[in-house]
């Protein structure tokens, strides 16, 4: 009877967190959470993987995620191209010569015709997320002195023509966009998966770290925001020395020794 | 029995007595070898990295500064006109008196210094290294007062090759009062209070730089300043306006004056300047603040 007024009448189970019900239904979920196992992904990572039951989803228009960021010294990275995360067809290469003369807007301009979205800071600690879509390009507002040495966490929900950030689940940017989010026109094609920063971007040193990308295949409600698990992870979890004192520079070395090692391996099982 | 009353009875009291005596220490928390310092006494060093280390964490730096005596300070200020895209000097603007970020050469902010010398304005009272800089000026009476009383000068980077110097301006520091100064970095963001009441809060254009090793302590004074500085305290992690309060309440009284503890009670026995006569022939007259004009029953 209950699932007979769930369907005509008023909804009765809730299938996942905030849905309208009352009844809360475990077990369906159209989420999935990647690099969560403390230490930082390899370079131009791709997610959601092959056996994943995300795959194939289109994430254009329709799609939400969070993601767990620690940033630590700035000034040992090149200002113009701190990517912390983007969304292509395929891993972006390196351009073919980055000094002086590459600015903030050479790096915007590479990446989109490159990819579909792109999450970096800019030359300070603001943090941008910036959409390709069709010939348009349209950024979130900056969000001003995200925190130095301290986790936390990112969320964006895009939902038609409208996409929203949250900074540790309390909502800084909104933005209602003339037409729905699409494909670049000129730029990448093909399925779109979501990449780690590339070798190229964040140097000499890694000064942003990630953990607990969590994906959904669907716009999610402020609820599921809030609610969203695992919690923020603390500032051991990105697989660093939190001690803002010592540079960790043997951590580093062996972190991007790890992750060279493991792209290596990714990118000869994509060949 | 009678005698273990006694003992107990006598060890209750001395506890007693130990915790009013003491009490106060408890309550005054601060960090490093003394509890003030004199400001008259050039590059002290009050904190070193055992106790506390600024970094690019978010942190906050507490501190208690009483001024007896400064310069005087004139007027106007040298001031540059800032139509230049980034400044090469580090000077305010003519036209409002706000400084931007003056550009280092590289990594060599030497083009960026203030002053020190006896012609400049200012005056740096505390500093870690080149990194973070208290500076003041003088005092003049209410009718020329400085157009840049005090401010913080901090070092920020875009990159490992290109820093900047940029100021957070401050209020002036009240003169012959005690004044509890609290700063506080987030990210970008500087909030300074004085007392638990905040002055400023103010983001710089670039991300601040950690000190390197060599830079670490906090040292403070300046010759031609008299008074006293102290109840430092640094601590990782931002403070807010509740815990900046509750912090004033522990360490001030009612009157803003810090609970100091005379390592010496019988300091207040020390001789007068001139013990056998009045050697300048002037009397030791005080303002009680720094706006009033010095007044005196004498011609």
């Not at chain 1, 807007?105 to 999450?119: A, E, G, L, P, V």
């Not at chain 1, 966009?177 to 040193?205: C, H, K």
């Not at chain 2, 001024?67 to 090469?88: L, N």
Request: with cysteine; glycine share 6%; hydrophobic share 35%.
């Amino acid at each position: 009877m209950l699932v007979v007024i769930n369907y005509t009448v008023t909804p009765i189970f809730s299938f996942y967190p905030g849905s309208p019900g009352v009844i809360p239904v475990p077990g369906i979920t159209n989420d999935l959470v990647f690099w969560k196992d403390k230490t930082q992904p390899a370079f131009s990572d791709p997610v959601p993987k092959k056996d994943d039951k995300l795959y194939g989803t289109s994430y254009i228009k329709m799609f939400s995620f969070g993601i767990d960021l620690y940033v630590r010294e700035l000034a040992t990275s090149n200002a113009s191209t701190r990517l912390i995360l983007y969304k292509a067809g395929a891993p972006i290469p390196a351009p073919s010569k980055i000094d002086a003369t590459f600015t903030g807007d050479s790096f915007i301009n590479y990446m989109k015709k490159r990819s579909s979205m792109i999450m970096y800071l800019t030359d300070t600690n603001d943090l941008v997320i910036t959409f390709f879509s069709g010939s348009k390009q349209y950024n979130t507002a900056p969000i001003k002195n995200i925190p130095l040495y301290t986790p936390f966490r990112i969320t964006l929900v895009v939902e038609d023509k409208m996409f929203t950030t949250y900074l540790n689940s309390k909502q800084v940017f909104q933005r209602l966009v003339p037409e729905s989010i699409a494909m670049p026109s000129d730029g990448t094609s093909g399925m779109q998966l979501f990449y780690s920063s590339p070798e190229w971007t964040n140097n000499p040193r890694h000064s942003i770290y990630v953990q607990n990308f969590h994906l959904w295949s669907r716009p999610i409600s402020y609820k599921e925001v809030i609610s969203a698990r695992p919690a923020l992870a603390l500032d051991k979890d990105f697989g660093l020395s939190p001690d803002a004192a010592t540079p960790c520079s043997s951590d580093s070395s062996s972190i991007v020794a790890a992750s060279k090692a493991v792209a290596n391996t990714v990118t000869g099982l994509l060949n | 029995m009678f005698l273990e009353v006694f003992l107990f009875v006598g060890a209750l009291l001395l506890i007693l007595y130990l915790s009013l005596r003491y009490g106060r220490y408890i309550k005054t928390q601060y960090q490093g070898p003394k509890q003030t310092y004199d400001l008259s006494i050039p590059e002290t060093t009050v904190i070193t990295p055992t106790d506390f280390t600024w970094t690019l964490a978010p942190c906050t730096l507490r501190f208690a500064i009483y001024v007896d005596a400064s310069p005087k300070t004139v007027m106007t200020v040298d001031c540059i006109d800032h139509k230049a895209e980034a400044p090469e000097k580090f000077a305010p603007d003519c036209a409002n008196y706000s400084y931007r970020p003056c550009k280092c050469m590289g990594t060599d902010c030497g083009r960026c210094a203030l002053d020190s010398s006896d012609s400049g304005h200012m005056s740096k009272l505390l500093s870690i290294g080149e990194y973070v800089q208290l500076w003041a000026s003088g005092y003049t009476n209410q009718n020329d007062k400085p157009y840049v009383p005090a401010l913080l000068k901090i070092r920020t980077g875009l990159d490992s090759g290109q820093h900047y110097m940029e100021a957070i301006p401050l209020p002036t520091i009240p003169l012959q009062k005690w004044t509890m100064i609290t700063i506080v970095k987030e990210g970008r963001r500087f909030d300074v209070y004085y007392g638990a009441k905040l002055q400023i809060s103010k983001m710089t254009t670039y991300p601040p730089l950690n000190p390197d090793s060599g830079s670490q302590n906090i040292t403070v004074g300046n010759k031609k300043w008299g008074g006293l500085i102290g109840m430092f305290k640094g601590t990782n992690g931002a403070s807010y306006a509740p815990e900046v309060q509750a912090d004033a309440h522990t360490i001030l009284d009612t009157r803003g004056i810090p609970y100091i503890n005379d390592p010496l009670p019988w300091s207040a026995f020390v001789l007068p300047k001139c013990f056998f006569g009045n050697c300048t022939g002037l009397p030791d007259v005080k303002p009680p603040n720094q706006f009033m004009v010095y007044q005196t029953n004498y011609s």
